[in-house]
């Protein structure tokens, strides 16, 4: 959060809103939606891979993995799977889905900077009615000064005769209505304060007070020389508003080219690699020799009747 500036002029309280109102964060966060939407668009076009494995301790009678037969040992297993895929042919679906993905996301985005505009605007708007409510309540107090001068003044004439005792009754009155003007003036100033504290995000419980900008120190640009022709095409081309517009109508047509696409078959690419393992693939029943001869050595001796003799 940034922190509250010294002396709240114009600029500060356009400044501080940008930053704090909440319409404002809501269009930021709905931009960064659309940003995490168009990316996700974007990665959709590119192949797709996964890896899985599995271990497990299986007993009594099931089936082993790695001869997909039963067993009624314990066993010990592990697979490992790696998949993935790709799409060859979608007659355009995906890429036009992300360049229309991105196309609401500029959209999302300029209405970020229509938003700020419309707030500032707002702020000036209020800010000038506590300006304009403040000078009210000037007014009103010159005006009960001078009425209670001219209560005063009636006051001494009805006493001494010259004038009759009606003219300091309608003083009065006017008194009572003057007084009734400058509070309504007060309440004015305290109501157009809160409205632009909402706007500025600010606790309505804090002191607020706003600093008026000298008229000399007010920057005025000159509109004598403008056409109204450049004035049209300078808003046509800088506004976020018709920009906002502009990106939706193009994100709207490539969503058409989308929805032709499904008219249109689908060609992809998959692939699947799975190994599995089992500990009962060690062991083995049995005993097969197949084209294998020991070899042999012939001996100096002969045995016979256990006794061995020399040949």
């Known amino acids: 959060m940034a922190q509250e500036p010294a002396q709240w002029d114009l600029r500060s309280c356009v400044d501080y809103a940008i930053q704090h109102n909440i319409s404002v964060q809501q269009a930021d966060v709905q931009a960064r939606l659309a940003k995490l939407q168009a990316d996700l668009a974007k990665s959709n076009r590119l192949p797709t891979l996964s890896g899985s494995s599995g271990m497990g301790l299986r007993l009594g009678r099931s089936i082993d993995p790695t001869t997909n037969g039963f067993t009624n040992t314990q066993f010990l297993y592990n697979n490992f799977g790696v998949n993935g895929g790709m ?41 000038l009615q506590i300006l304009s409510a403040i000078e009210q309540t000037e007014i009103a107090k010159i005006q009960i000064q ?8 009636t006051s001494k004439r009805v006493e001494v005769g010259l004038l009759p005792e009606l003219n300091l009754l309608e003083l009065e009155t006017q008194l009572a209505n003057d007084s009734s003007s400058y509070i309504s003036a007060i309440s004015n100033v305290q109501q157009s304060k809160l409205n632009l504290m909402a706007l500025l995000n600010l606790d309505a419980s804090k002191n607020f007070d706003i600093v008026a900008q000298p008229v000399d120190q007010i920057k005025l640009q000159s509109f004598a020389d403008l056409q109204p022709d450049y004035v049209f095409n300078f808003a046509s081309q800088n506004l976020p508003n018709v920009k906002a517009a502009s990106f939706r ?31 009962q693939f060690n062991y083995i029943s049995g005993y097969q020799s197949n084209g294998f ?4 050595a012939a001996s100096p001796f002969v045995s016979v009747n256990n006794t061995k003799y020399y040949v």
């Open 249 to 279: 109508v193009k994100a709207a047509q490539k969503n058409t080219l989308v929805a032709k696409a499904s008219f249109y078959p689908t060609i992809s690419f998959g692939y699947n690699l799975t190994s599995n393992f089992s500990n």
């Open 293 to 296: 001869s020991s070899p042999t």
């Open 87 to 127: 799409q060859l042919f979608n007659a355009g679906r995906l890429k036009n889905s992300a360049e229309a993905s991105n196309l609401s996301w500029y959209a999302s985005e300029t209405d970020k900077q229509t938003i700020a505009n419309d707030i500032s605007l707002n702020v000036a708007t209020f800010y």
């Open 146 to 153: 001078q009425t209670k001068e001219q209560l005063v003044a």
